[in-house]
């Protein structure tokens, strides 16, 4: 597969990553030959095979409709600089 | 060892604050020799509550007056958790996980935090976040400790006073560095501990388990914190059997799996778990060679695939601005996320980052992720067939003993994952499996890894425990 430096850029960005062009450079080799050795499940036959997304059967559970204990807000808020009393204040949108 | 202590900690023959003072005094300076701990938790203040308790008469639990440290991606309330990771740096959980509520409701102190790969990122413990030094080798400080949980099996090794580790692991994290440090390890059965308050590295592959000297130790801190709890969905409902279990093999068939022997196995290693099973069949079991051709050959590539596609959707949590590292709230919401993440996370979280970003984007999926995860069903299928002739499976912990710092440097990224051949399969499997120490190989520990079906953590102790006597 061929990783380019485009590829790695776009990936990166999703991922919320600013990379410098050497480090692009850098991880775009070592993605190659990773993926090249991930790329090696395509030679087991998995027609028909469910995927394992655990590794013990688990189902969904929904708790009882009771009011239970919640973070309060205060103690929610009381972990960063960046409060407008009493909601969490972001960078600008407009 | 700790069931002696707490007897005597409970009938007030030990002065429970001098005790914690002078262990922590111990703690502190084999922390400042070799790197364990990243946090402290106010140990004496909850030795002077259990104190008080004693001479109202109310002492009571198994972990009465014991110490336990803990692997820093566990949360302990109000002290720094951060999963040695600089964006979580400055977070003091404002809770405590379930399985530190249990120890604390069976008298337990909580030491502090013990250094890791960040998030779990690493076999060999190197990969510590921005601002986090590496742990050394109780053996030899140019060696690595294994990881990720290399601060707690190195303060494992080291300590001399009543201890016992909580550890985590994802792919090996556990198994790993209880066998470069000499000591034992177990991690359970997926599902057996709640995962509540466990800084998530990838879900469906994540166990929380625990180290010590001894197996029963350790088997006795996961006995304490197993069964289902409300707050984790994938805890199992299932009884928590006594782990307090006598060592034999007597008419038990063990597995050896052929591939975990052959080339690429140090010959020592390969040497000391041979004779190891040699003395189980003299104590009564059988041997039954086996194969698990792939598991062995796909495994890595598997578990690496599902575990990175899962760890870059848990990393995207991390922005900035509710908890951990910040910055100045300027630019755009996208400019502000990414700028504080790119500070913030070291080279092997961006390396997985990346890698598991990619795995899942669209025309990608269903090549990487999905097939990765039709993989794991086909293994599940050989691991059970393979249960159906043995009780247990025996294979070395790792293929080599612990390297030296200048060794690893040389390692690529894929030479540095594929060192985990023998700990992913059953980590990804989601298999019980204890590492026990079994020889020496210049001077360095070896770990023997007995490997048991879903939910047989007791039948993999007594296993160990077998090979102890």
Known sequence: MDITPELVKRVAANARLNLKDEEIKKFAAEMKEILATFEKLSEVNTDKTEPSFHPIPVKNVAREDKTGECLDREKALSLTPHIKDPYFRGPKVL | ?469
């Open chain 2, 1 to 469: 060892m700790i069931t002696k202590f707490v007897k005597e900690a409970q009938a007030g023959k030990i002065n429970l604050v001098e005790h914690t003072e002078k262990a922590l005094e111990e703690a502190e300076k084999i922390s400042k020799e070799y790197r364990y701990v990243t946090a402290w938790a106010d140990a004496v203040e909850r030795a002077k509550e259990l104190q008080e308790q004693v001479t109202k008469g109310t002492a009571h639990g198994r972990l009465f007056g014991v110490l336990i440290s803990v692997k820093d991606n566990i949360c302990v309330k109000d002290v720094e958790s951060t999963a040695s990771s600089a964006i979580l740096k400055t977070y003091k959980p404002v809770f405590n996980a379930t399985v530190i509520q249990k120890c604390l409701n069976e008298g337990a102190i909580i030491l502090g935090k013990t250094v890791q790969d960040e998030f779990g990122f690493g076999g060999f413990a190197v990969n510590t976040g921005k601002g986090y030094e590496k742990p050394l080798n109780p053996f030899d400080k140019k060696r690595a400790t294994g990881g990720s949980s290399g601060g707690a099996a190195g303060l494992t090794k080291k300590a001399t006073f009543p201890h016992i580790a909580l550890a985590e692991s994802t792919g090996g994290s556990i198994a790993d560095p209880a066998s470069f440090c000499g000591v034992v390890g177990i991690c359970p059965t997926y599902g057996r501990v709640s995962r509540y308050g466990l800084i998530d590295y990838a879900n469906s592959l994540d166990k929380i388990g625990t180290m010590a000297l001894d197996i029963d130790d350790a088997a006795l801190l996961l006995e304490i914190i197993s069964g289902k709890d409300a707050h984790d969905s994938t805890s199992a409902e299932l009884p928590v059997p006594s782990l307090d279990t006598a060592g034999a093999v007597n008419g038990l068939k063990i597995g050896i799996v052929k591939e975990a022997f052959a080339e690429g196995v140090d010959n020592n290693v390969r040497k000391s778990v041979m004779e190891a099973i040699y003395k189980l069949e003299q104590k009564g079991a059988r041997r039954i060679e086996l194969s698990l051709p792939l598991s062995m050959k796909y495994g890595l590539a598997a578990y690496y695939t599902l575990a990175m596609t899962e760890a870059s959707t848990n990393l995207a949590r991390y922005c900035g601005l509710r908890y951990g590292a910040t910055d100045q709230l300027t630019g755009t919401y996208n400019e502000f996320f990414s700028r504080v993440r790119t500070n913030n996370f070291g080279e092997e979280a961006k390396r997985r980052l990346l890698l598991g970003t990619f795995a899942r984007m669209a025309g990608y999926r269903d090549a990487f992720y999905t097939k990765a995860a039709q993989v794991r069903t086909k293994m599940l299928q050989e691991y059970a067939a393979a249960f159906k002739q043995v009780d247990v499976l025996i294979t070395p912990t790792m293929p080599i003993v612990a390297p030296t710092f200048d060794e690893i440097k040389k390692l690529t990224p894929l030479q540095n994952y594929a060192m985990d051949i023998l700990t992913v399969s059953p980590n990804l499997a989601g298999l019980p499996h204890i590492s026990i120490p079994c020889g020496e190989s210049n001077g360095l520990p070896i770990g023997l890894m007995v490997t048991g079906p879903h939910f047989a953590e007791q039948k993999i102790i007594q296993v160990a425990k077998a090979h102890g006597k």
